[in-house]
């Protein structure tokens, strides 16, 4: 099973048989509040109708057609309503299946774009540590979550930049850092050390979320850019979490106002309901490799689902469940009391650091001696026999959850925690 303690959950499975709005439903019956979106994916809720019906008639439709030297109307549709509501510039769309593939295609594209400008000599790649950018071999070089590398053999020319989590001067606050936007200058001293013109791109996530909730420092994100674009280095935005609607605007990018050259996505575009990743470039980048090709195909990248019709369809739809319902609006309008009651975790046993964006918070407790993760792998279970599905990662709780969630389910989520924690040791 994927990051599972497998043999943990053969001694004790949990199964979850259905969902509904903000619940799951256990196949023993007891409904489960949804505080994760799934896994950062469902952010118009469960069995959205719409979305449903979208996909069952696109099913009996056109139920599959070849991308390669094909298309079909659906996703071409969806490349264009993303155009209306992604960053201006930003107008040119590659799907996939996962984040994870998305991050492998802005990869492979940060380095067709510049063998096509003349520059092959832009190969090295830089992320930073705690980054998540999924489990494919590109994304696990560019990530820095020793654990999901160890063991396996990363690809050359791959350098990271320090995590900006700094919980000894930044604990409990709440929003943006005030301090450590000068993080982002250690991306100068890798250029001193190789060189600019042997930099393709730079990727991060605009707001870390699987490596614990690592909230961006404010003034952070604005010098990546600066830095960037000043020396011809591609900056990627690893949206797969952030997009459509979690900090309260469509892209972290447009919250931030910092746009980049490349957006990844996956997850809430289909509303979780069928699995899509896209990767999305400004228009010159999508020209420069398609117009510098020798006739024929110009990438050579794609996938048997690239841009299935099940997927394209249920994109569309919570695309209008998004819009018809002003979904990221609620996040933006619910941030402050979002913020308040989870911050008030701070007054709760073993709890070091809350940090909250959007309609994202995370949690860190003080790890048990000797058992780093256990203790929140305890919360995990207990709250989750206790009704209330939250997700962790170390001793990090990390709450996410649907955009239509009320208040009252936020208090459901935090006195669930807070009571669980008063019972483990
Ligand atoms: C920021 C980020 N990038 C990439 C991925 C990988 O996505 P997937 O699991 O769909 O491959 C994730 C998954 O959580 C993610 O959070």
């Known amino acids: 099973m994927p990051f599972t303690d497998n043999r943990g959950f053969k001694a004790m499975p949990r199964l979850l048989a259905s969902a509904s709005g903000c619940h799951y439903r256990d196949t023993k019956g007891n409904e489960i509040l949804d505080g994760t979106s799934g896994l950062w994916c469902v952010n118009a809720g469960h069995a959205r109708g719409p979305i449903i019906a979208a996909i069952r008639e696109q099913a009996e439709e056109l139920d599959f057609a070849p991308t390669f030297q094909l298309g079909h109307p659906k996703v071409f549709q969806l490349a264009q309503r993303l155009e209306t509501i992604f960053p201006k510039g930003i107008n040119r769309f590659f799907f996939g299946n ?6 492998d295609t802005a990869l492979k594209i940060a380095y067709a774009y510049h063998e096509a400008r003349g520059e092959p000599a832009r190969k090295r790649i830089i992320g930073r540590q705690r980054g998540y950018h999924g489990v494919g071999f590109g994304g696990i070089s560019v990530g820095g979550l020793p654990n999901n590398a160890r063991g ?5 020319g791959f350098s990271h930049l320090s995590a900006t989590l700094d919980i000894a001067n930044n604990a409990f606050t709440r929003g943006q850092p005030d301090t450590g936007a000068d993080l982002a200058d250690e991306l100068l001293d890798f250029i001193k050390e190789y060189g600019a013109e042997t930099i393709a791109a730079v990727m991060v996530e605009p707001m870390s979320g699987s490596a614990g909730v690592l909230v961006p420092p404010k003034g952070y994100l604005e010098r990546l850019r600066a830095i960037t674009q000043e020396h ?8 797969v979490i952030t997009g459509f609607g ?3 605007a469509a892209t972290a990018s447009q919250r931030f106002g910092v746009t980049p050259d490349i957006i990844t996505t996956a997850k809430g575009l289909t509303n979780g309901a069928v699995p899509m990743g896209c990767t999305a470039v400004r228009q010159d980048i999508y020209e420069a490799v398609t117009q510098s090709a020798a006739p024929g195909i110009e990438f050579f990248h794609g996938y048997t689902y690239s841009g299935h019709p099940l997927a394209a369809a249920a994109a569309l739809a919570s695309l209008d469940v998004y819009e018809g319902e002003g979904l990221f609006e609620r996040a933006a309008s619910l941030e402050g009391i979002f913020e308040d009651i989870f911050h008030a975790l701070a007054n709760a046993r073993h709890v070091i650091d809350v940090r909250n964006l959007g309609m994202v918070a995370g949690i ?11 203790r929140a792998m305890e919360l995990f279970h207990a709250c989750f026999d206790a009704g209330v599905l939250i997700r962790v990662t170390g001793d ?5 959850p649907p955009l239509i969630a009320t208040p009252d ?11 669980t924690l008063a019972k483990i040791h």
């Open 246 to 248: 979690r900090l309260g």
């Open 152 to 156: 396996f053999p990363l690809l050359p």
């Open 409 to 419: 389910h936020f208090e459901q989520i935090a006195v669930t925690i807070a009571d």
């Open 232 to 239: 011809g280095i591609l900056l990627i935005f690893d949206e």
């Open 396 to 400: 990090i709780v990390a709450l996410s």
């Open 98 to 103: 996962s984040g994870s593939e998305a991050g």
């Open 364 to 374: 860190e407790l003080a790890p048990r001696e000797g058992a780093p993760g256990a």
